[in-house]
């Protein structure tokens, strides 16, 4: 098995690092290509380097930091450095912070995993979501023991599909219990509100300064959602897609007056 790694963390992120100790279960050495961002990506979503020059470079054999975006990453990867043998299966990820409900949207670590899929090769981002306490454990150690063998089961159930699908995983903080009993799969949901707020400040009569962050709490529109059962303890994986069409409004659409 061939497998291309890349995240929106960074090059050098930890969460990488552990996505690679996985992959290298699923294959040897020598078939597995990391190709990530040489700096932090996140919230870039399926945003490229538009008619614009970015350098790629080469850290050992088969491993690339590219200054870039997610998206730009596995571009590169499936138009040139693996143009002539594809990989099996792309794993984007381990993301620090859980990537649920409209997360996707945003999200460089499943925007990586969609562009993957929208190539015909077989996608899976991972989350691993945190409770922001500073914890001292290796925080992907549960993520590490049970990684390759959700991922593999995916790609045996799914590989023969090419529908341009990608899965989205997510870890909990405390898996309510042991994998495999812990997972859940669920439709990728809504929050009740929207998950960020803006602070601004003015510095003069015409400059203002503004920062957008995640608000602290929220809640979801429904108890079967990735959201609500990720924060319940639960692996969620949810599959997703570029499909954006709103059936309803569709055909209410054609019916309308212009």
């Known amino acids: 098995m061939r497998i291309l790694i890349t995240n929106d963390d960074g090059f050098n992120a930890d969460g990488i690092k552990s996505l690679k100790k996985i992959a290298l279960t699923m294959a040897t050495k020598e078939d597995v ?16 380097s538009y008619k614009k020059n970015f350098q790629i470079t080469k850290k050992s054999n088969n491993e690339y930091s590219v200054d870039g975006t997610p998206t730009d990453c596995i571009i590169f990867a499936l138009e040139y450095l693996m143009k002539n043998k594809k990989p099996d299966i792309v794993l984007s990820g381990i993301n620090w912070g859980y990537n649920l409900s409209e997360d996707v949207f945003y999200s460089g670590t499943t925007a990586a995993a969609l562009e993957g899929a929208d190539r015909g090769i077989l996608s899976i981002a991972l989350s691993q979501a945190y409770d922001g306490k500073g914890q001292e454990l290796n925080p992907y150690l549960f ?18 599909e090419l ?5 989205n995983v997510n870890f909990p903080t405390n898996p309510k219990m042991q994998y495999p009993d812990c997972i ?10 929207s ?7 003015l510095k003069s009569q015409n400059l203002f300064t503004a920062q957008i962050d995640s608000i602290t709490k929220n809640s979801s529109l429904t108890l079967k959602d990735d959201y609500s059962n990720c924060l319940d303890g639960y692996i969620t994986v949810s599959p997703i897609s570029m499909h954006l069409l709103k059936e309803k409004n569709f055909e209410e659409l054609k019916n309308v007056q212009f």
């Open 195 to 201: 998950n960020f707020a803006l602070n601004v400040h």
């Open 163 to 167: 529908e341009k699908t990608a899965f």
């Open 33 to 48: 290509f990391v190709v990530a961002p040489s700096a932090n990506q996140s919230a870039k979503s399926r945003s490229i």
């Open 184 to 193: 859940k799969i669920t439709p990728v949901g809504q929050r009740c509100t």
């Open 143 to 160: 993520a590490e023991s049970c990684g390759s063998k959700l991922c593999l089961s995916i790609y045996k159930n799914f590989s023969h």
